[in-house]
């Protein structure tokens, strides 16, 4: 099993030596989709996967999901958190075994949502309804000075409710003189770059596994197709995600690294519970 650069206690102390550092801007992987972003002493999390739910779940089927990173650290011990998200209610991007202790953790929490999921976000969780903070294309929320604006993602397709909401969301965060985009699961659609490309973003954090029908789940942006996306949108950097969490809907980063060299992207590929910072000029 891949073991993460940091995890537990090191990670912990990594994330409280960096707190007081006004200027600059932290930021985490956590394995699959998850970030912890860190500015000013506030903290946001980006689709946190902390449990073995799935492995559990699919341990005796046909689609087994095979952890292969271990965890950074237990939810409950993430005590300082302000803001999470959830992209949509897949799992791995809404984890109960993940967002339950982490709330109880930390009582006043605010949690980031796609709108159009409230009825099954509260259903997972067992909360109240009005607890989450709903979002659609083009609104937003703030929140200890995070700004949360709802994107579409399109998971292989556009997933809408009846009131034409989208049930998948990427989420741009802007936090002082930074602008994030966390795609959430997404493959490049029509008007992708256009919307995109408004914001001025400064990292890109893109999925990489692709789409293979043999895995029987949807999929997302390749390595070439994330890195060809960060290029388009004129992002700073692009950091990778979504691999080497479950051994069958995993990628290589290879490719991605190649397209980013060719394109004259910048880019990082970051290990499980290792940090980015970066200071503005």
Known sequence: MIQPILSDDEFLADVESTSLQSDTLHLWWLGQSGFLVQWQDQHLLLDPYLSDSLTAKYANTDKPHIRMTARVVAPERLNFIDVVTSSHNHTDHLDGETLIPLRQANPNLQLVIPEANRTFVAERLGCNPAWPLGVEDGTA???????????????????????????????????GPWTLYHSGDTIWYQGMVEKLRGWSIDIAMLPINGRALERRVAGNLDGVEAA??????????????????????????????????????????????????????
């Open 141 to 175: 929320v703030t929140i200890s000075g995070f700004t949360i604006s709802g994107v579409p993602a399109a998971h292989e397709q556009f997933d809408q409710d009846a009131n034409g909401r989208h049930k998948f969301l990427g989420y741009i965060v802007q936090c």
């Open 228 to 281: 060809a996306l960060a290029k388009e949108i004129g992002a700073g950097l692009v950091i990778a995600s979504h691999f080497e969490m479950f051994t069958f809907n995993t990628a290589s980063p290879d490719g991605f690294v190649a397209a980013c060299q060719r394109n004259g992207q910048r880019y990082a590929i970051l290990r499980a519970g290792e940090r980015w910072q970066g200071r503005k000029a």
